[in-house]
């Protein structure tokens, strides 16, 4: 299976909202509501910031949210601030018993 | 708040084997769904496969199969990654990223991460 796609970089300016798309098909972000999407600053461990498509772990805020239509999930970060220049990946469910990443998005903050 | 706790960095040699183990501060290993996620230099994340500990049933991604080995040892809390046949670009850190109840098919917890150099 190939990984997911997703746009290689995207800018914002501080209080912005942008949005990270991510490509699969019908047979992974198309048939289950089991993407996530995750945050990594350089040299960190990432961190889960959406499950299921759109719910949050305790302790993220609410500026990131997540969405998914057709074969497409998106992750939104409103109001931008300077700590959320990072890379950023969503992960869905591949079927069966296997998971696929995307190849990340480095969202640098202007 | 429960961290997953890797061991050290190797430097290997190609064609040999490496071992990385993974064991929650605090915590049950059988609560988690442990998964093993590498990331080359400059590159991305690559889900390498995973493990039900309390039951031991394993998933390995297809370009790993027949290379990887993922256990877990319930009387040390500990699962560990085997990977054999290593040549340089399996160079990478390699995290360990574990699933909890709730979390369905995600990464919640992760792992400091281990760096395995993998060079003559």
């Known amino acids: 299976q190939s990984a997911l796609t997703q746009s290689a970089s995207v800018s914002g300016s501080p209080g912005q909202a942008i949005t990270i798309s991510c490509t699969g098909t019908s047979v992974d972000v198309g048939s289950y509501n089991l993407v996530s999407w995750y945050q990594q600053h350089p040299g960190k461990a990432p961190k889960l910031l959406i499950y299921e498509v759109t719910k949050r772990p305790s302790g993220v805020s609410d500026r990131f949210s997540g969405s998914k239509s057709g074969n497409t999930a998106s992750l939104t970060i409103s109001g931008l601030q300077a700590e959320d220049e990072a890379d950023y990946y969503c992960?869905?469910?591949?079927?069966?018993?296997?998971?696929?990443f995307g190849g990340g998005t480095k969202l640098t903050v202007l | 708040q429960v961290q997953l706790v890797q061991s050290g960095a190797e430097v290997t040699k190609p064609g040999s084997s490496m071992k990385v183990s993974c064991t929650p501060s605090?915590?049950?290993?059988?609560?988690?769904?442990i998964n093993w996620v590498r990331q080359a230099p400059g590159q991305g994340l690559e889900w390498m496969g995973s493990?039900?500990?309390?039951?031991?049933?394993?998933n390995f991604a297809q370009k790993f199969q027949g290379r990887l080995s993922i256990t877990a040892d319930e009387s040390t809390n500990t699962a560990y990654l085997d990977l054999s046949s290593l040549r340089s670009e399996d160079t990478a850190v390699f995290y360990c990223a574990g699933q909890s109840p709730g979390t369905a098919n995600a990464f919640d917890v992760w792992g400091q991460g281990t760096l395995v150099t993998v060079s003559s």
């Open positions: 605090g915590g049950s290993l059988t609560r988690y769904t």
């Open positions: 992960c869905a469910y591949g079927g069966p018993n296997t998971m696929l």
């Open positions: 493990i039900i500990p309390s039951i031991g049933l394993t």
